[in-house]
């Protein structure tokens, strides 16, 4: 992620350096413009600004999204639960854990019994995933679970 006030300001420097180039570089009196070199450096300048635009606008995009996650852990997201975001006693971040690694040894027996490729054959087609993806998912739910309560832990210790 990129510092904001030094996009704008390298923004602002672009903009005075196209404003010099138009008083710089000598006027093609065919055109009634800029010269050829003058023209090509003013179009590099502005595509120059445009990307920083595009990089300061893409920056204030991740800034909100890593404020979101700030609040709340990636896996409340996909579950729309609540009850794993706020307020859960470090024992209820512990069952959490647990639970999570039980839903991918489920997914990894699947894996084991029925092989990686392998689809559901119960669930609608929109919903099916390849027993491979489900226990990668389930492994990134444990993740969150494990780096959810290992936060949670470490401010409880802090606080002792």
């Known amino acids: 992620m990129t510092d904001t006030n030094l996009i704008e300001r390298l923004i602002e ?19 009634g413009g800029l010269s050829r070199a003058g023209r090509i450096a003013d179009n590099t300048v502005k ?13 204030e995009k991740l800034k909100a999204e890593l404020e979101l996650y700030a609040e709340e852990p990636f896996y ?29 040894l489920a ?3 699947k894996c084991q019994r029925w092989g990686f490729n392998s689809v559901n054959p119960l669930l609608p087609p929109k919903e099916q995933e390849t027993n491979i993806e489900w226990l990668f998912r389930e492994m990134d739910d444990v993740r969150g679970a494990i780096n ?8 409880a210790l802090k606080d002792i």
């Open 13 to 31: 420097q672009l903009k005075e350096l196209s404003a010099s180039i138009s008083r710089t570089y000598p006027k093609n009196q065919n055109f």
């Open 47 to 59: 595509k120059s600004i445009k990307a920083l635009t595009s990089l300061q606008e893409e920056n």
């Open 76 to 104: 409340a997201e996909n579950t729309g639960d609540a009850r794993f975001t706020k307020n859960l006693t470090i024992d209820q971040r512990l069952a959490h854990v647990v639970e999570e690694c039980g839903e991918a």
């Open 107 to 109: 997914a990894a027996g």
């Open 148 to 155: 959810r309560f290992t936060l949670d832990y470490t401010k």
